[in-house]
């Protein structure tokens, strides 16, 4: 079988408590400062759109740790 057609293994993400909660507490920080810098900036502003992108990141990255509790 080449390379390119091997099939991809999912990585588990292994991380204490402690570095849990704080990843967590920060992504929420950014995700909660997009939310409201979104309403403040004129939706036309080009910055809005900036923000979006950084709160679907951080929403992301909250998604991969709620992922990684459940294995």
Request: net charge negative; with cysteine; aromatic share 2%.
């Amino acid at each position: 079988m080449p390379e390119n057609d091997q099939p991809r293994h999912k990585e588990t993400l292994v991380l204490d408590k402690s570095a849990e909660h704080t990843l967590r507490n920060h992504l929420s920080v950014i995700h909660g400062f997009c939310d409201v810098m979104q309403l403040e900036i004129d939706p036309a502003h080009s910055l809005h759109e900036d923000l979006l992108e950084i709160r679907n990141a951080a929403r992301a990255a909250l998604a991969i740790l709620n992922e990684a509790r459940r294995v």
